[in-house]
């Protein structure tokens, strides 16, 4: 994911839920990359115009596969489990 947004005073955070960093400043905008899950970035959308009066942007592309966290694995087993025995 990059994003870019408006740099203000206090700054806005642009990486919240996502895991990005900001790398750096250009012409009064903040510019960040990083790798993040997509399941985190939905509402980042809406989340990143409200933060930067609808000036902020960002693009994602594919990275890689790469396993759950075990909290996630946990939730998805257990959601497994629990719609079975309901069957």
Sequence with gaps: MALKGPCRHPPYNLTDNTGCEII?????????????PLNNMFGYSTA?????QGKGEFTMEYKE???????VQ?????????????E
């Design 65 to 71: 596969h790469s396993p759950v966290s075990h909290d």
């Design 24 to 36: 750096t400043t250009v012409e009064s905008m903040l510019q960040g990359l990083g790798a993040v």
């Design 48 to 52: 990143l115009r409200s933060m930067t």
């Design 74 to 86: 946990m939730q998805l087993i257990n959601t497994y489990k629990g719609n079975k025995a309901a």
